[in-house]
């Protein structure tokens, strides 16, 4: 099979390096990739939102299956213009991707399929919401932007003077563009959060070990938000019973609402969770894989990922055998540049990944990088998340940490307390 990932970062190469190992994939192509992925993949410089390349890129290589990373070509429609071109695709159509692309919709789907999240209110103009504001007698509540807002459309705002100036950037400083046209007032839920990833095609679904991720920059959970500093899966609190309620209530009804509103989704629902002390509450859906869930899931995978991403994209997945893990917990540390979140830096020259190379279940996949001559350098943002698979968690971290301890950048960064939870 000649199989086509579109993405450039950690996710997409963990997914590339995955699918690389199955016996069925005779060429592997990943646009625009990075320095990662070009060591499992062919990297070709078409970059995800350029559909009309990428349509051409399926002709041109005849393309069996395309894998969409991230979710900004597939809320622009890049599922429904390949499919529509013949191509086998897994990831969503711009309707399935509104889960992500537009949080009052899928809260609206969550109060009409009773999906358990929490309550809130929408609003499109600033008095309405002002006047809603000062009627709350309890902060933090969390104001979120309708669209995508490269995860940066979610405050969490601890006074009243504070909420009314998120809600005036939002609404009317348009700092997310039409992304902000709406914004939701949400109750603040307490408790720990826990992703849980199913792939589905509308009929079935395969739901994959939970993952926690660590959205903070610094250790203790400090710092500004991040698209995540590292992760690991299993994760405790995900016991069977939990899973199992988060599969009936969360999952069945989001494959059962794609049904009833006739939505074809072919592709990976990921539920981001709150253990509530009421039970598990949504926070969040997204259209894709998780970022850096994925680097961590994906190790623990015994099962033949092709397989399972060709059957969801034919609509087959319920002939597909049960996925399986291999039982040890998988620990992955992102290594950030100089200045991320807020700015990041590029160039600096990466050293200590062949030594790291040689470590047995230890993997670094890429996510910021890119190829200098005969150098691997920074590309801005994450750079990295170092993996790597242990007894128990203590000792896969044991080991992450000691893959980190090899490599150099100027300015990296990384937390050095992931996966803390799950040693308490
Ligand atoms: P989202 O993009 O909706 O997942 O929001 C980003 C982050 O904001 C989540 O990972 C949570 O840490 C936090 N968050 C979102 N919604 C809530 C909520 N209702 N209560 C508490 N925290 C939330
Ligand atoms: N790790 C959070 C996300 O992928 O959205």
């Not at 809130?120 to 932007?145: C, G, M, W």
């Not at 997945?317 to 992102?334: A, I, M, N, T």
């Not at 790291?356 to 230890?362: A, F, G, L, S, T």
């Not at 128990?392 to 939870?421: L, S």
């Amino acid at each position: 099979m000649r199989v086509l990932v579109v993405g450039g970062g950690g996710r997409e190469h963990a997914l590339a390096w995955k699918i690389r190992q199955s016996p069925s994939v005779e060429r592997l192509i990943c646009a625009p990739g990075n320095a990662g992925t070009a060591d499992v993949a062919e990297n070709m410089a078409v970059g995800v939102d350029d559909h009309d390349g990428l349509a051409a890129l399926c002709k041109k290589e005849r393309i069996d299956l395309v894998v969409v990373g991230p979710e900004v070509p597939l809320a622009a429609g890049l599922g429904d213009r390949l499919r529509e071109d013949g191509v086998k695709v897994f990831g969503p159509g711009a309707a399935g991707a509104r889960l992500e692309a537009s949080k009052t919709f899928a809260k609206q789907l969550m109060q009409r399929y009773v999906i358990p999240t929490a309550n809130s209110q929408t609003f499109r103009d600033f008095p309405s919401i002002r006047t809603y504001l000062e009627s709350q007698q309890h902060f933090p509540v969390v104001l979120k932007a309708d669209g995508l807002a490269a995860g940066k459309g979610v405050v969490l705002p601890d006074s009243l003077d504070d909420a009314l100036n998120a809600a005036f950037d939002m609404l009317e400083e348009k700092r997310f563009g039409a992304a902000g046209n709406e914004v939701l007032v949400e109750e603040c839920l307490r408790g720990e959060e826990l992703s849980v990833l199913a792939l589905t095609d509308g009929r079935t679904l395969a739901v994959m070990e939970a993952a926690q991720d660590h959205k903070r920059a610094y250790d203790d959970d400090r710092g500004p938000n991040t698209g995540g500093m590292g992760a690991y899966s299993p994760a405790p609190i995900a016991t069977e019973e939990f899973l199992s309620n988060i599969t009936e209530n969360v999952l069945v009804r989001i494959v059962h609402a794609f049904a009833r509103e006739r939505i074809d989704y072919r592709g990976v629902v990921y539920a981001g969770m709150m253990a509530t002390r009421g039970g598990p509450r949504v926070l969040e859906f997204n259209c894709r894989f998780g970022d850096p869930e994925t680097q961590v899931i994906l190790p623990r995978l015994k099962s033949d990922l092709v397989t399972l991403l060709d059957a969801v994209a034919d609509r087959r997945l319920g002939q597909v055998e049960d996925l399986e893990w291999d039982p040890r917990p998988c620990v992955g540390v992102v290594m950030a540049s100089r200045g991320y979140p807020e700015s990041s830096s590029k160039g600096d020259v990466i050293t200590g990944l062949d030594a790291v190379h040689e470590m047995e279940d230890v993997v670094v996949f890429h996510a910021g990088t890119a190829r200098e001559g005969n150098d691997v350098v920074t590309a801005g943002g994450r750079v990295l998340c170092v993996t790597a698979l242990g007894d128990d968690v203590a000792a896969a971290r044991e080991r992450a940490y000691a893959a980190v301890d090899q490599i150099a950048f100027d300015g990296m960064h990384f937390r050095t307390d992931i996966a803390h939870r799950a040693l308490r």
